[in-house]
């Protein structure tokens, strides 16, 4: 399975980047405009509507339309896992019913000082079977734009 890594330093204090990315509001400020991104419904662990934190079990709907180019993609948006300390954070969401085969994306915080390192692990298959793996190594020209501009803006709104 293809693997995309890219990660960045902050110069902000780990509890304050990770609750940033607790977020639905985070997700939506660290989305390139170029993505048209719509969050159609939010759910937390236990079904509650627009929750606080997005929690270990949460679900969000969202569609995109990159360039604004052909059909809408929808997909739900998963946390499968959620875990705080004092020097560590980490949480993974995947992805159902988008335009992957696999999306198992894995946010990771690790305190450094008076600083963040912000690491983002994506784990992928496209579709259509061998076709999608010859193709596979050749996402990273999607996805370095997109975690570029995230890492961007994370260390504009965040230091």
Same mark, same amino acid.
């Given at each position: ?29 660290? *989305?390139?405009?170029?993505?048209? !991104? $719509?969050?159609?419904?939010? $759910? ?8 606080? !934190? ?13 360039? &604004?180019?052909?059909? $809408?993609?929808?997909?739900t948006s998963r946390i499968i896992s959620r875990d705080?300390? /004092?020097?560590?954070?980490? %949480? ?7 335009? %992957?085969? *696999?999306w198992v994306h894995t946010h990771e915080f690790t305190? /450094?000082? /008076? &600083?963040?390192?912000? /690491?983002? *692990?994506?784990?992928?298959? !496209? ?15 999607? %996805? ?7 890492? $961007? ?7």
């Open positions: 399975m293809p693997t995309y890594h890219r990660q960045v330093r902050v110069d902000a204090p780990l509890a304050e980047v990770w609750d940033f990315h607790s977020r639905i509001e985070g997700l939506e400020a660290l *989305t390139p405009g170029w993505m048209n !991104l $719509r969050v159609e419904a939010v $759910r937390g662990p236990d079904g509650e509507a627009d929750p606080e !934190l997005l929690e270990q079990g949460a679900q969000v709907r969202m569609s995109m339309r990159p360039f &604004g180019v052909g059909p $809408r993609q929808t997909w705080e300390g /004092d020097e560590h954070a980490v %949480f993974r969401d995947d992805m159902q019913g988008g335009p %992957f085969e *696999t305190a /450094d000082g /008076d &600083g963040t390192v912000v /690491d983002d *692990t994506v784990e992928y298959d !496209l579709p259509l079977g061998g076709l999608g793996d010859l193709a596979g190594p050749f996402a990273v020209v999607g %996805f370095e734009p997109m975690f570029r501009y995230r890492h $961007r803006e994370t260390k504009r709104l965040l230091e």
